[in-house]
């Protein structure tokens, strides 16, 4: 059964104090892994689909990465507009089904 | 990416009563899913909606309890049926179109039930 397990829980950051997430996984044969961030009372907005072991994105202060086990999203300088839930899920190979992460609850303050 | 709307936003509905929440989008998708995220919890997948024949359910969800119809391919509805408190939870539609594994979601429907 696919797994995804999320780290930390819950982050409170100064702003300009750049910092990562975590997001271990277990799934039979990754077709992808996707991050979203969910604003408080919406749906997940879509942020990177990441397939194999190396890749990175990026878009403004975020950068995702994966390796065979794990993915990182790294925040650089973040600022309060940045704080939300992201959530981490992934997709198996043949399958459509995403499996997602509980989140981390990410703050960030003046 | 499509735009998705979902009705109801919220509701609040007695124990025994059922619901039925509708999805919509503004193009034409190959798949469309619904997703249950209970307070605290991650989200998780209930049913994919299929166009035109039954919606093929998750372990631990079943048709009796959450109908789906998908008539056509940017319309689709969930129903849950004879509610208890343990259904309040945000329900949520998310799409797939055929040349990308990326699923975009709408914005959820909030369900309480008292």
């Known amino acids: 059964e696919d797994q995804v397990t999320q780290s930390p829980e819950a982050l409170r950051l100064q702003e300009g104090e750049s910092s990562s997430l975590n997001c271990s996984y277990t799934?039979?044969?990754?077709?992808?892994l996707f991050w979203y961030r969910q604003d408080p009372g919406k749906g997940p907005e879509f942020l990177f689909t990441?397939?194999?072991a190396g890749e990175e994105k990026e878009k403004e202060r975020l950068k995702a990465t994966l390796t065979k086990k794990e993915s990182f999203l790294h925040i650089t300088a973040p600022k309060p507009e940045d704080s939300a839930t992201y959530l981490c899920?992934?997709?198996?190979?043949?399958?459509?089904?995403?499996?997602f992460g509980t989140g981390t609850q990410l703050k960030v303050e003046l | 990416s499509a735009v998705i709307s979902q009705k109801p936003s919220r509701d609040i509905c007695q124990r025994g009563t059922s619901l039925t929440i509708q999805c919509q989008v503004d193009?034409?998708?190959?798949?469309m899913f619904w997703y249950r995220q209970q307070p605290g919890q991650s989200l998780t997948l209930i049913a994919t909606?299929?166009?035109?024949?039954?919606?093929?359910?998750e372990s631990g969800f079943v048709i009796d309890k959450f109908p789906i119809s998908r008539p056509n391919l940017t319309f689709s509805t969930l129903t849950v049926s004879n509610m208890s408190p343990e259904d309040s939870s945000i329900y949520l539609c998310?799409?797939?179109?055929?040349?990308?594994?990326?699923?975009?979601f709408g914005p959820g429907t909030r369900l309480t039930v008292l």
């Open positions: 998310s799409v797939q179109g055929l040349s990308t594994d990326t699923q975009y």
């Open positions: 799934v039979s044969g990754l077709r992808g």
């Open positions: 990441l397939y194999s």
């Open positions: 899920a992934v997709q198996p190979g043949g399958g459509n089904k995403l499996t």
């Open positions: 193009s034409q998708v190959t798949m």
């Open positions: 909606a299929n166009q035109g024949s039954e919606a093929t359910y």
